[in-house]
């Protein structure tokens, strides 16, 4: 494998040992949060060129814009203690609307005694029409990230910003909940300058990466042109 140095924008061999699952030298890419790990620690499945977005083969967990955001965009990331809550049956159950007709969005806070714990958002507002459903709120001070539910099975967002508003604007991750057995669990993301979704829980299908791809790039493009 070869990793390219972003700074220099030289390309730099790095040794990985199989049995380990990891590099012997760290990824030049601080956002990591495992500098030595590659591709989740599993390259025959997975696969993480520049160390950002670990995408995966015909799994689909990882999605990256094409667009880059203007004025380098300051990175957006889950922490990971925001990605465990995500994941958990409470940080689920607090937003999945699959049985309601509207989407319900929550903001994940920390109590001040170090836990996170799901909070409403001021002023909601909710609402349908022919390019799906949408919520809205003011976010609470000290607001870690927002989590809502997608009224139907999929995780694809409506066109133009969607979900990817509320790390654009709002400079916090976007939790997307679908699905009513076993719901999967999505996050938008920024980094690198570019939006990203990555799936805490499930896969994206083929369709739904399509889609999301052009609706990233359709939201990255409406803020350049608005800054």
């Given at each position: ?6 700074a ?35 390259p ?11 995408a995966?083969?015909g799994t689909h967990?990882?999605?990256?814009s094409t ?30 609307s ?5 989407e ?29 459903h949408?919520?809205?709120?003011e976010?609470?001070?000290g607001t870690?990230f ?10 694809v ?40 979704t ?29 800054h």
């Amino acid at each position: 494998h070869r990793a390219r140095n972003l700074a220099s924008g030289q390309s730099e061999a790095r040794f990985y040992d199989p049995i380990a699952g990891r590099f012997l030298s760290t990824d030049p890419v601080t956002a990591n949060f495992n500098r030595y790990a590659y591709a989740l620690g599993n390259p025959y499945r997975y696969f993480d060129p520049d160390g950002r977005c670990e995408a995966a083969t015909g799994t689909h967990i990882c999605l990256e814009s094409t667009v880059q955001l203007k004025d380098n965009h300051a990175d957006v990331k889950l922490s990971a203690q925001g990605e465990k809550y995500a994941k958990s049956n409470a940080g689920v159950s607090s937003v999945n609307s699959m049985k309601q007709s509207e989407e319900k969005v929550k903001a994940v806070v920390d109590d001040g005694k170090g836990n996170l714990v799901s909070r409403n958002l001021g002023n909601t507002t909710t609402k349908e029409s022919d390019a799906g459903h949408s919520a809205t709120g003011e976010a609470p001070e000290g607001t870690q990230f927002i989590e809502h539910g997608h009224v139907n099975s999929s995780m694809v967002d409506q066109p133009g910003k969607g979900d990817s508003q509320v790390p654009l604007e709002a400079n916090v991750p976007n939790v997307i909940v679908s699905g009513e057995n076993n719901p999967r669990v999505g996050v938008r993301e920024i980094e690198g300058g570019k939006l990203q979704t990555r799936m805490l829980r499930g896969d994206m299908t083929t369709k739904e990466q399509k889609l999301l791809l052009e609706h990233m790039n359709q939201a990255a493009e409406i803020y350049n042109n608005g800054h």
